[in-house]
């Protein structure tokens, strides 16, 4: 049976050995016979470099590399892991995707992105935002010693996290007319993304839908497409049924 697989929003770090095991047994098992996984973004909690990669994103880029063999793995950049490049990428058989790609999945056209452009109504980080994506400033950003780089995104994270306290539920969902405007540009029927941890599956107008693929914060979250049927489910950490 053809079945694709998507998964978002794993924020992998070295001090939560327990998401990392529960994304190694996905792929040794779970994930072994679809036709494709997509990453849509924030696979790591933080990316400061591909030269600064931690052991553990060292070991998994092995295990990607050798899950790459049988199935192509793509990969959207994130909010936190922006900054993985190519040597990254290439280290771990993953493909890059722009932040907006167009696909026809069975037959469906579909777009697939990590989902915080959608945020419009975040301004501040939208500003943010445009600013990180300026090529001088990524260039800049890669110059800088190791150190320095590491200080910034850990500042920068500090200064996520309390932002994020303070606002509200709407400011950090998408905002609909933003969904509309990609839909209508790409003349997609089906919109899948992660960013804001709230799986589920909404339904449009004109028979489109909406889908947000959750964290992997208390258990794993796996969107599996077929050409027959739609399932976006949880994975309790220990269990390896996709």
């Not at 994506?133 to 780089?149: E, G, V």
């Given at each position: 049976?053809?079945?694709?697989?998507?998964?978002?929003?794993?924020?992998?770090?070295?001090?939560?050995?327990?998401?990392?095991?529960a994304?190694?047994q996905?792929?040794?098992?779970?994930?072994?016979?679809?036709?494709?996984?997509?990453?849509?973004?924030?696979?790591?909690?933080?990316?400061v470099?591909?030269?600064?990669?931690?052991?553990?994103?060292?070991?998994?880029?092995?295990?990607l590399?050798?899950?790459?063999?049988?199935?192509?793995?793509?990969?959207?950049?994130?909010?936190?892991?922006?900054?993985?490049?190519?040597?990254?990428?290439?280290?771990?058989?993953?493909?890059?995707?722009?932040?907006?790609?167009?696909?026809?999945?069975?037959?469906?056209?579909?777009?697939?992105?990590?989902?915080?452009s959608?945020?419009?109504?975040?301004?501040?980080?939208?500003?943010?935002?445009?600013?990180?994506?300026?090529?001088?400033?990524?260039?800049?950003?890669?110059?800088?010693?190791k150190?320095?780089?590491?200080?910034?995104?850990?500042?920068?994270?500090?200064?996520?996290?309390?932002?994020?306290?303070?606002?509200?539920?709407?400011?950090?969902?998408?905002?609909?007319?933003?969904?509309?405007?990609?839909?209508?540009?790409?003349?997609?029927?089906?919109?899948?993304?992660?960013?804001?941890?709230?799986?589920?599956?909404?339904?449009?107008?004109?028979?489109?839908?909406?889908?947000?693929?959750?964290?992997?914060?208390?258990?794993?979250?796996?969107?599996?497409?077929?050409?027959?049927?739609?399932?976006?489910?949880?994975?309790?950490?220990?269990?390896?049924?996709?």
């Amino acid at each position: 049976m053809n079945y694709t697989l998507f998964v978002g929003d794993l924020h992998l770090s070295a001090d939560r050995p327990d998401i990392l095991n529960a994304f190694h047994q996905f792929l040794n098992q779970d994930a072994s016979h679809c036709d494709a996984l997509y990453i849509l973004g924030d696979l790591f909690e933080v990316w400061v470099g591909d030269d600064i990669a931690e052991p553990f994103a060292l070991e998994l880029a092995e295990r990607l590399k050798a899950f790459s063999a049988h199935t192509p793995i793509y990969f959207i950049h994130g909010n936190r892991d922006f900054l993985l490049g190519k040597e990254y990428a290439k280290r771990s058989g993953m493909t890059l995707l722009p932040e907006v790609y167009s696909i026809d999945l069975y037959g469906e056209p579909s777009v697939l992105l990590h989902g915080d452009s959608l945020c419009t109504l975040d301004k501040a980080y939208q500003r943010f935002r445009r600013f990180r994506n300026m090529a001088w400033a990524k260039f800049i950003y890669n110059h800088l010693p190791k150190s320095k780089r590491i200080a910034i995104a850990d500042k920068l994270r500090s200064k996520s996290k309390q932002s994020n306290q303070l606002k509200s539920y709407s400011i950090m969902d998408v905002e609909q007319s933003a969904v509309e405007q990609l839909m209508a540009e790409t003349g997609a029927k089906r919109m899948i993304h992660g960013h804001t941890h709230r799986p589920d599956i909404h339904r449009l107008a004109n028979n489109a839908e909406r889908i947000v693929v959750g964290d992997w914060y208390e258990q794993g979250s796996v969107l599996k497409i077929s050409p027959k049927e739609v399932n976006l489910h949880s994975l309790p950490f220990g269990e390896t049924e996709a």
